[in-house]
């Protein structure tokens, strides 16, 4: 071995060297826990009292007359596409997909944003498939309130940006482009999926994200919606309580509802259809309001008629209302979540004002249990894939809360690491 081919094959070695340690430092960093914080956008819109459930894919018809109200849907912004395009989508933890709503329109609902043109990205990449209607490159999305989404998935780019300002790049994401969509009262252009199946935005961000989301909805400062190591619910006043999934519906977040107090009457579910012991409410961001199903509701609602001393009036069969200005005249309701979790909810959580009148709004006659957004305003509501449980913290969410930073570079640092080490080995193929 001459001196020359020693030298080489010891330059060679120690660049093995620097890209096994750029590996290894590359194999942590990405695995270390990421986290970052985004602002939400709290809109008015109108929910009807027609169950508003995004659980599910089948039709369920109203029983009962529709009673309009002034709620609020809760938006976040993404950047779709290459060169990136924003669009507004409602955060929906009820259902799974993913979705925009895409030209060219066979019939679009009104948005409020320009339509996303798929032709105008350079990352759009349409599913192909070789038979029509395959599963899994076109879809249809029937929602709860009978509003519906038709169109084919694709692959593209998204970009998420955080308050802070940084970007969290997701490259490749499955979304759906909508062409035929109706009946949404959103002002958004589609809606962002979070629940536990493959295809939601938290399952497709990957480990990094712990499978952890938790969002903190205020009814009038800014709301915010938090990922990975910045979306641990923890501190004084934090209760849990674990979430089920049923096999009809694997993605859905299920909680057990195990009683309900109007102020000092405990309502158990216990001894009534509706108890479970493996879930019987679902937790849905997506709806406004919240649901229970009949027989258990009516308990519910004559515990707050014997309390209420106002004069009642009638806007069809599904309403409690009363003709009053004040929410003094109205009872505190806690709901009791399995494994201790009680949230005492304010009264702005459980009633609304309608015209001169105010009603309560936990409205009774779905088939299923839904705990809406309105109830859930002013909780950090935390989503914990790991641990399997759902997180509760009675908090101020328009007042700026301590945040861990956002930490969201271990996609950018594996992406260097991984040049760097191309980098390496081409430069000794070429001394060779
Ligand atoms: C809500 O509905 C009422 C009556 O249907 C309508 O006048 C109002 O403009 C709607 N508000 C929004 C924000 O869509
Ligand atoms: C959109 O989908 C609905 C429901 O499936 C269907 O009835 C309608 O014909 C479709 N519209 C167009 C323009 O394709
Ligand atoms: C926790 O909260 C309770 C009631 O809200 C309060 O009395 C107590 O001081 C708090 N403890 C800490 C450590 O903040
Ligand atoms: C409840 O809502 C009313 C009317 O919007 C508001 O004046 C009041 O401050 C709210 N109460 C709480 C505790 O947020």
């Not at 609902?109 to 990352?123: A, G, L, V």
């Not at 102020?263 to 229970?292: C, K, M, Q």
């Not at 001393?309 to 979540?337: Q, W």
């Amino acid at each position: 071995m001459s001196f020359a081919t020693r030298m080489m094959s010891m330059t060679l070695s120690f660049q093995i060297i620097a890209a096994l340690l750029f590996i290894t430092a590359t194999a942590s960093s990405s695995t270390s826990p990421s986290g970052f914080t985004m602002d939400l956008i709290h809109r008015r819109t109108n929910s009807s009292s027609s169950q508003r459930s995004n659980t599910d894919d089948q039709l369920r018809s109203s029983p009962y007359s529709d009673l309009v109200f002034d709620t609020y849907e809760y938006l976040m912004k993404l950047q779709i596409g290459t060169p990136p395009v924003e669009i507004e989508a409602v955060l929906d933890t009820g259902s799974e997909h993913v979705w925009t709503q895409c030209l060219p329109c066979l019939n679009c609902y009104k948005q409020r944003n320009p339509i996303f043109d798929p032709s105008k990205s350079s990352t759009y990449k349409q599913k192909q498939c070789n038979t029509p209607n395959d599963p899994s490159c076109d879809y249809e999305l029937i929602y709860g309130d009978k509003s519906y989404s038709k169109g084919s998935f694709a692959s593209e780019t998204v970009t998420l940006k955080s308050t802070s300002g940084q970007s969290y790049v997701m490259p490749k994401t499955v979304i759906g482009c909508s062409h035929n969509s109706s009946g949404f009262k959103t002002t958004g252009s589609g809606i962002v999926g979070l629940n536990w199946g493959p295809l939601s935005l938290i399952s497709q961000m990957g480990k990094n994200m712990l499978g952890a989301i938790s969002y903190c909805f205020s009814p009038e400062g800014t709301s915010k919606i938090n990922f990975g190591r910045n979306a641990i619910v923890s501190g004084n006043g934090t209760v849990s309580t674990p979430m089920f999934t049923k096999k009809e519906e694997p993605g859905t977040y299920y909680l057990n509802l195990d009683a309900v107090s109007v102020e000092e009457t405990r309502i158990e579910t216990l001894g009534t259809p509706f108890h479970a012991v493996d879930g019987n409410t679902v937790i849905d961001s997506g709806a406004a309001v919240t649901y229970l199903p009949t027989s258990y509701c009516s308990l519910v609602r004559e515990a707050v008629e014997k309390f209420v001393t106002a004069e009642r009036v009638t806007y069809g069969d599904n309403s409690l209302c009363y003709k009053t200005n004040t929410l003094d005249v109205f009872p505190v309701i806690t709901m009791h979540f399995s494994g201790g979790a009680d949230l005492v909810l304010d009264k702005n959580n459980t009633y609304m004002s309608f015209g001169q009148d105010i009603c309560l709004v936990i409205l009774c006659g779905a088939e299923e249990a839904v705990f809406g957004n309105r109830a859930q305003n002013n909780f950090l509501v935390g989503y914990d894939h790991s641990s399997r449980l759902v997180s509760f913290k009675p908090t101020d969410c328009g007042v700026t809360q301590d945040i861990p930073r956002d930490s969201i570079s271990a996609a950018l640092v594996l992406q260097f690491n991984v040049k760097f080490v191309f980098f390496i080995f081409v430069l000794s193929l070429m001394r060779l």
